[in-house]
């Protein structure tokens, strides 16, 4: 499985940002998708999964939303509302979803900075 991620950048407190996922090597539709990330000296944190329903983390919910686009097999997530808080490297995967979100394959980060 390969998983490209891209659509980081700079960007203020308040604005909006779209990650993109393209999805390769796997079945796209029998697969759940997830994204995590991983700010300066913190613990990797949970973001988002879509596997039958989308889940959030508290920290990004209602300011964030995952997408799937199974024609492209690609996955999105969409930041609005963005915080300084919300700079990160976020990570997106795939993996299955049995009450919580366990990723098997991750595809490298794309880094996101928010200015205040």
């Known amino acids: 499985v390969q998983l490209q991620a891209s659509g980081g950048g700079l960007v203020q407190a308040g604005g909006s940002l779209r990650l993109s996922c393209a999805v390769s090597g796997r079945t796209f539709r029998s697969t759940a998708t997830g994204w995590f990330r991983r700010a300066p000296g913190k613990e990797r944190e949970f973001v988002a999964a879509?596997?039958?329903?989308?889940y959030y983390a508290d920290a990004v919910k209602g300011r964030f939303t995952i997408s799937i686009d199974n024609a492209k097999d690609t996955v999105y997530l969409q930041m609005n509302s963005l915080k300084p808080e919300d700079t990160a490297v976020y990570l997106c995967?795939?993996?299955?979803?049995?009450?919580?979100?366990?990723?098997?394959?991750w595809g490298q980060g794309t880094l996101v900075t928010v200015s205040s």
């Open positions: 879509f596997g039958g329903g989308s």
């Open positions: 995967t795939v993996g299955v979803y049995r009450g919580r979100y366990y990723p098997s394959s």
